[in-house]
């Protein structure tokens, strides 16, 4: 598999679980703030990953779904986390950590894929972009 493909299913990975998370996330708040911030986070999510599926769609590659076990494991572990505090502070840390973790694995994606170009680099940046503005949105809620 070519390095544009590696780095693009990296992204769209990681759009995937963060579409996914934030989804199991808004029934969590009544603050109206948070869930508008929710929402458009996860409608960046879902734009980066049909961007990137269409771009491995055009190459002649799959990305793999998540897993039943994978999506299970992280309702759990949402459930547990906002069982006592599902406050606009907690959750927002839950969301900045989680940001955090996919701007952390973009970033090894482009370090290990140095010859990746164009488009998959284009996207990848683009995600980093507003994966750094979802932190700075949330802030204001800690």
């Not at 703030?33 to 590659?61: C, I, N, P, V």
């Not at 999506?71 to 969301?95: K, V, Y």
């Not at 680099?121 to 204001?140: F, G, P, Q, S």
């Amino acid at each position: 598999m070519d390095q544009n493909a590696k780095l693009t299913k990296v992204m769209c990975e990681t759009a995937r679980m963060g579409a996914e998370a934030v989804s199991m996330l808004l029934n969590k708040t009544d603050d109206e703030g948070m869930r508008e911030t929710m929402l458009s986070q996860k409608a960046m999510y879902e734009k980066f990953d049909r961007e990137g599926e269409k771009m491995l769609t055009d190459a002649g590659q799959r990305i793999k779904k998540q897993g039943p076990l994978a999506r299970a494991g992280t309702w759990m572990g949402i459930q547990m986390d906002t069982m006592i505090d599902n406050s606009p502070s907690h959750l927002a840390d839950m969301l900045i950590q989680g940001s955090t973790m996919g701007v952390i694995e973009i970033t090894r994606a482009k370090s290990e894929n140095p010859e990746a170009d164009g488009e998959a680099v284009r996207l990848a940046d683009a995600y980093l972009t507003e994966e750094n503005e979802n932190i700075e949105k949330l802030k204001k809620y800690l």
